[in-house]
């Protein structure tokens, strides 16, 4: 295993790139920095403020009846009815066959960081949770995911939250998968797991909650549906502040304010009132208040203050937080310490300190989830051969190739020289111009910026030349970047866990635990051993 870092992979915005360098300018929008001392830190203090625990173990238990739990998941399960238990968490959509690696790389994050502050310790449990984004209503992201040159396409009529569709039409969409691939271990395993989870269930939240528990029951992991009404009554006396006094808004712009004052962009704003309100036919809906009536959008519903109020008390699961709340809803109903996200996720979160502190919720430790390049030895002997260190693995063939003639060139070096030599003709000129009339220097002035751009024109043309007179390696280089998936992004926003070359779905999970790094920050490259 080798690491860069984050940097050097030039995929990791500036606003990242310093909190995990704890930039003194950023320190009032985080409380604890993710260190494993700050984990104890958080946790003692997280103790002393929850409340939730028997609400929350029993809600698990019911969302969970009906799988066949592991051991690991009965005893994280018994672990957090006990007070002296926290939960590290991480979230994700429902994304069709769980959608770009990096799913795999947040859940085995949060399983690692657990397994590795409990085997420290043993004053505080830990234990890893999954928050399965339900009410998320934006098909369209989820609905896909690629394999090889192809994307895997559900298309169907949707609205409302995703976690309550139904799962029709995924019979023909995965049997139009499988007959890609070729026979072998891998393929039957993906059949069964296909055949257990989406065409065993009629909702697709269901349906994943199998397949991740069919993945990752062996590691003890937990998921949570936060669309459960036990659940949300848990939020009720939040919600009625929210519709009432909009805190989340007057909390949160500040906020964004400073981080734009600081350079940084805003990765979400807040809506006057940040909660959706989802009718029996599974529609959800923006809540909007104008001159003190409330309006459900889309829709002819309509509420007097009071009647809003009475409703939220009594159909508490009709209201459904936002990008904005959804993170205080999480952190309400769980004992959570730590959450594990992207670089999108950690920039909102950041947002929101201030928010918490006026709801009085722990404001979680933010944790920037492992980034990883997995390739195979044919892979890594092919960049061995060419010659490419693990930066260019980030880079692309047509830089690559420049930098190697620019360094190699014959005529490169010469340039200069060249060059110096044209701006010093016309440095003469111009002194020579001072003995006659003005207009002469404008005139000079005017053909040395002319030749100087025509002069960079030769020089990228002759670079260019050498270029093409390399061209088999840049086609080699090309394709190795491709056979990674690394052309015009990363791997990990890409590739399918269905789309790595393994025998064994079981060992390549292994082998993606095996490779993280729950507490540190660097890009991670593993090569995955031949299994033959």
Not at 29 to 49: C, G, H, M, R, S
Not at 115 to 140: C, G, R, S
Not at 413 to 431: G, H, Q, T, V
Not at 489 to 511: C, M, P, S, T, W
Request: glycine share 4%; hydrophobic share 35%.
């Amino acid at each position: 295993m080798e690491k860069i870092s984050l940097k050097d992979s030039n995929y990791f915005s500036k606003l990242m790139l310093n909190y995990i360098n704890q930039d003194e300018s950023l320190s009032e929008f985080y409380n604890l920095f993710p260190t494993k001392e700050n984990y104890i830190k958080q946790a003692q203090t997280k103790l002393e403020n929850y409340k939730n625990r028997e609400i929350l173990v029993e809600q698990i238990k019911q969302q969970l009846s009906g799988l066949d739990l592991s051991k690991k998941q009965q005893k994280n399960l018994k672990k957090l009815a006990e007070k002296n238990t926290v939960t590290i968490t991480t979230g994700h959509q429902l994304n069709l066959f769980t959608g770009p690696i990096f799913f795999f790389y947040k859940i085995l994050q949060v399983i690692k960081a657990c397994k590795e502050l409990n085997n420290e310790q043993d004053e505080i449990n830990y234990v890893p949770v999954f928050w399965m984004a339900t009410e998320d209503h934006d098909f369209d992201e989820i609905n896909h995911f690629k394999h090889g040159d192809r994307i895997i396409h559900w298309s169907k009529k949707h609205g409302g939250p995703v976690g309550r569709l139904s799962t029709e039409g995924l019979k023909d969409v995965f049997e139009s998968f499988l007959l890609i691939l070729p026979n072998g271990k891998k393929k039957t395993q993906l059949q069964e797991l296909i055949n257990q989870s989406y065409l065993s269930h009629d909702k697709l939240t269901d349906a994943t909650r199998k397949l991740v528990h069919l993945l990752f029951k062996d590691y003890g992991l937990l998921f949570v549906d936060g669309d459960d009404k036990e659940l949300k009554k848990l939020m009720i006396s939040t919600f009625d502040k929210e519709l009432i006094q909009q805190k989340s808004y007057q909390h949160v712009i500040p906020q964004n304010a400073k981080l734009e004052d600081l350079g940084y962009p805003i990765q979400v704003n807040p809506r006057e009132i940040n909660l959706f309100y989802m009718k029996d036919d599974n529609s959800r809906e923006r809540i909007i208040e104008e001159n003190g009536t409330y309006f459900v959008n889309n829709t002819s519903i309509t509420f007097t203050q009071e009647e809003i109020l009475d409703d939220l008390h009594q159909n508490p699961a009709k209201f459904s937080p936002n990008v904005i709340l959804r993170p205080l809803y999480q952190e309400t109903i769980l004992p959570n310490v730590a959450y594990i996200g992207g670089g999108g996720e950690m920039a909102y979160w950041l947002q929101l300190k201030e928010m918490f502190a006026q709801f009085e919720v722990d404001f979680p430790l933010l944790v920037l989830r492992n980034s990883m390049l997995i390739r195979t030895q044919k892979q890594h002997e092919k960049q061995l051969k060419l010659e490419l260190s693990n930066e260019d693995l980030f880079s692309n063939s047509l830089t690559i190739t420049k930098e190697r003639v620019i360094n190699s060139s014959k005529i490169a070096p010469k340039i200069p020289a060249l060059e110096d030599e044209l701006k010093s003709i016309f440095d003469r000129l111009e002194n020579l111009s001072d003995l006659t009339d003005s207009s002469f220097a404008d005139m000079i002035q005017a053909q040395r910026t002319k030749q100087l751009k025509g002069f960079e024109r030769i020089k990228k043309r002759l670079i260019h030349a050498e270029v093409k007179q390399n061209e088999a390696i840049l086609n080699r280089i090309e394709q190795l970047l491709k056979e990674l998936s690394q052309q015009n992004g990363l791997q990990e926003r890409v590739k399918n866990f269905a789309d790595f070359d393994y025998l064994d779905v079981h060992y390549f999970i292994d082998f993606i635990a095996d490779s993280l790094q729950p507490f540190e920050f660097e890009f991670i490259i593993n090569t995955l051993d031949e299994e033959f």
